[in-house]
């Protein structure tokens, strides 16, 4: 059974159209599958603010994800998360470390998100996400996730000094070009599957999103990811950062597009009732 769990409230949204994203990818799931969200926190405007000013901002909408996680996985559930930000990663990670301290974190973006205080040229919470679950520095929001349990695909905007830190941590990388379902598989080794997919990740213009860079991904990949990866094997989705069009021709081409990257999930939890 899939448990949808949605962002609402603000978590260092730098982006109007954050949590809008979030919300209407909910509705063509409910449109297409029939699952139902349970949707978290309260739409608060966007700010160009630092981390120290979001993160309490972000207090409650954070302890309610946590909570709507630990009582998914708990009751042995497929969670799928849609995130407004990458930040909503905070209230996951922590309780998928305690939970399944045997699982692979495969993190899908376009960014290292290895950040922290001392190291964040850009102040964004976001990028700051991972190296909070590993405990790096104290978000207030746990921790307790291992390095080398987490492998980066498609990264490729990382600053200098969070590259040290992936270095240091011996996080893996598996860069876009390298990016094949056989070599997902071999780093995976078996290992039950957290998945978290950051749409900056995609190649510019396929679907929008706050922190896009060239040279990405394309739908295809990642969709062969999934159609490679074997369900039992997979824990829990998050899919963050669609920043919703004012265009709604592109929006409709977005979602079209994160519906076919899901699809083998739930044609697979179809296929197994």
Known sequence: MIDLI???????????????????TAEALKKHYGI????????????????????????????????????????EKRTLMLANTC??????LPVVAREHPEAVVLWIDAHG??????TTESG?????????????????????LRPEQIILVGARDIDQPEHELLQKYGVRIIPPAEATPENILK????????????WDVLEPGFLPADYSVPDGMLPSQ???????????????IELAEFNASTDEEKNEK????????????????????
């Open 6 to 24: 949605v962002s609402q409230g603000r978590i260092a949204d730098r982006a109007a159209r954050m949590i809008e994203g979030a919300a209407r």
């Open 87 to 92: 930040s909503a990663s905070l209230a996951s």
């Open 36 to 75: 139902r969200g349970n949707f978290i926190g309260n739409s608060s405007p966007p700010a160009n603010d630092d981390w120290s000013i979001s993160l309490p901002q972000a207090h409650e909408t954070l302890v309610e994800l946590r909570q709507a996680i630990e009582a998914s996985i708990k009751g």
């Open 254 to 273: 977005a979602l079209s597009i994160i519906l076919d990257i899901v699809a083998p999930v739930f044609r697979t939890a179809a296929e197994a009732k």
């Open 187 to 198: 780093a995976v080794n078996g290992s039950p599957v957290w998945l978290h997919i950051d």
């Open 113 to 118: 998100d290895f950040n922290t205080p001392e």
């Open 222 to 236: 990642i969709q062969a990811i999934f159609e490679a990866m074997p369900l039992e094997q997979i824990l829990g």
């Open 124 to 144: 964004y919470l976001g990028g700051m996400v991972l190296a909070a679950a590993c405990g790096l520095w104290d978000s207030g929001h746990g921790s307790g």
